[in-house]
């Protein structure tokens, strides 16, 4: 065994379509090879029997922002931020993550709307420098309602980095917040407005959305079509929203708000995306449908840790785990390969020869995945 190669052995290895007893050989950064059995070769690292999946995929998460700024008002120096979150990641075994980052915000002195351009900076520089554990990508969240958005998307969208971009619309009477007493109550309280300032903060929001969302919309699904980047929706809710995203190109759907607007985009081959955490807590925190209702209707393929890193593996052991026909194949399926073909990555998150080692080793301890070891491209990082 060369300084290049290593030998996985003794494990449970998730394939395609089964889950076999034994060996991986990592060369050169990729899979060498899967066989059968028990490796006797020396130096061959026994995984006692632990399950051993391909890397995670995260498409969707804003857990760097809490690194940026862990307190309100209290902002941390670029790299090290970025470093303590690719630290996390790594940890919870997700290999390819792509950083989610939002242009245009409601409140225009969010940290979101002034850290923009140090977030961006801050993991291109730890790429750049070889700092990084796992692979970085960015995901460009774009407020479609926002006056800026689109000369913001234009500025960062020729970033190398850039693999993914979500047209959003968060303004009241609609899609996440269909409900406006439910937007009155969530922002009145978090920006602690009287009656009549929430009034005019609800109009300005309203007003900024019928005179931008249809034009930004447009002109970024155009852009991203021309430079062959990937687009999301988000928090689609009715088939109207579907039809329109499904027009513009659209291969993702986030957090479809309803089961009819997750069923059709499901149907017209949109990879219907929701949040492990709901499926950890067993719902939605905002009240829109649950990750659990979409497992039962077979319309879940795509799982994001959104909020909470950890949350990803665990989502993939809980939905295997229900009686919906979701085996652990499917199940991890919804972590690996289909969040990386839904953006174009083909070299990794399955096991397969020839496809970069990006490996995950975990333990049942109580029915509970453990993390054990976690390789990005055949370097162990964790």
């Not at 309203?206 to 969302?213: C, E, G, K, L």
């Not at 709901?278 to 449908?289: D, E, L, T």
Request: a negative charge; hydrophobic letters at 40%.
């Amino acid at each position: 065994m060369s300084a290049q190669e290593q030998i996985l052995t003794h494990a449970r290895l998730v394939l395609d379509d089964e889950v076999i007893d034994g060996t991986l050989v990592i060369r050169d950064g990729r899979i060498a090879a899967i066989d059968h059995g028990i490796s006797q070769a020396l130096g061959a690292i026994d995984c006692e029997g632990d399950i051993l999946l391909p890397g995670l995929v995260e498409l969707h998460t804003d857990n760097m922002e809490k690194y940026f700024q862990p307190r309100p008002k209290v902002e941390w120096p670029g790299r090290q931020a970025a470093l303590a979150h690719d630290a996390q990641m790594a940890a919870s075994g997700i290999t390819t993550v792509f950083d989610a980052v939002s242009i245009g915000d409601i409140d225009e002195q969010s940290m979101r709307h002034q850290s923009l351009d140090k977030m961006c900076h801050a993991v291109s520089q730890i790429v750049h420098d070889g700092l990084a554990r796992v692979d970085h990508r960015l995901h460009l969240r774009c407020e479609v309602s926002h006056p800026n958005t689109l000369a913001r998307f234009e500025a960062l969208s020729s970033s190398p980095l850039l693999g993914l971009v979500s047209l959003m619309d968060h303004a009241p009477g609609q899609r996440q917040f269909a409900s406006l007493e439910a937007y009155r109550v969530y922002y009145q309280g978090k920006y602690g407005l009287d009656d009549a300032s929430m009034d005019a903060f609800m109009a300005a929001q309203i007003d900024n959305s019928q005179r931008y969302s249809d034009e930004h919309r447009r002109a970024i699904a155009a852009r991203c079509r021309e430079r062959g980047l990937a687009i999301a929706s988000h928090d689609d809710a009715t088939m109207e929203h579907v039809v329109e995203s499904h027009k513009y190109g659209t291969r993702v759907a986030e957090f479809p708000t309803t089961r009819e607007a997750a069923q059709a985009s499901h149907r017209v081959g949109m990879a219907v995306m929701m949040g492990a955490p709901n499926v950890v807590r067993g719902g939605s925190h905002s009240g829109n449908i649950a990750a659990a209702d979409l497992v039962e209707l077979g319309v879940l393929d795509i799982l994001s840790s959104d909020y909470y890193p950890a949350a990803l593996l665990d989502a993939v052991f809980r939905v295997a785990a229900m009686d919906n026909g979701y085996t652990l194949t499917r199940a991890v399926a919804t972590a690996t390969r289909i969040p990386a073909e839904a953006v174009g990555l083909t070299d990794r998150g399955r096991l397969a020869p020839g496809l970069r080692a990006d490996l995950l080793r975990v333990r049942l301890i109580d029915d509970h995945p453990v993390v054990q070891r976690v390789w990005s491209a055949g370097r162990q990082v964790h």
